[in-house]
């Protein structure tokens, strides 16, 4: 299969597979022409970094489920300890999503949306500027 046929049938952008082979995560064979040859086997992997990549997993995530998936002799506890830490990962971004709702909300309801000047909302951005400033 050429680059075009295993990314349409893996879903992944042709850009994306070449640089996933950059980086070393599939290896497709060469034809003499230099074009890439992608087995079955290149196009599984693919499809499974896809997948991996859409649950959040980062490319080490990636390296690793993959070297795990490939290692007959795992233990399914490492595969379990990579993919606890995404989900631990992605409980923290709903933890600091939820704050930033309630503070979004908090500033929406106090504001008073009409023709006056004054607005709590445009203070607290300025006031969070302040901080930034100061900790860099």
């Known amino acids: 299969m050429n680059i ?18 950059d980086i070393g995560l599939i290896k497709p064979l060469r034809e003499a022409n230099g ?13 499974f970094l896809g997948r991996a990549r859409a649950l959040g997993f980062t490319i080490e995530d990636c390296r690793s489920l ?15 300890q990579i993919a606890q830490a995404q989900l631990d990962r992605i ?3 709903i933890r600091d999503l939820e704050a930033m709702r309630e503070t979004l909300s908090h500033l929406i309801e106090n504001c008073a949306g009409d ?7 445009l203070e607290d951005l300025e006031n969070g500027a302040h901080l930034v400033k100061a900790s860099e």
């Open 4 to 21: 075009g046929d295993v990314s349409a049938r893996s879903g992944l952008p042709a850009k994306t597979i070449r640089y996933y082979e």
């Open 35 to 47: 074009y890439r040859a992608f087995r079955e086997q290149e196009l599984h992997k693919l499809a």
């Open 66 to 80: 993959l070297a795990l998936y490939e290692d007959k002799s795992r233990a399914s506890a490492d595969v379990k």
């Open 91 to 93: 409980e923290a971004k």
């Open 115 to 121: 023709h006056r000047p004054d607005c709590p909302i």
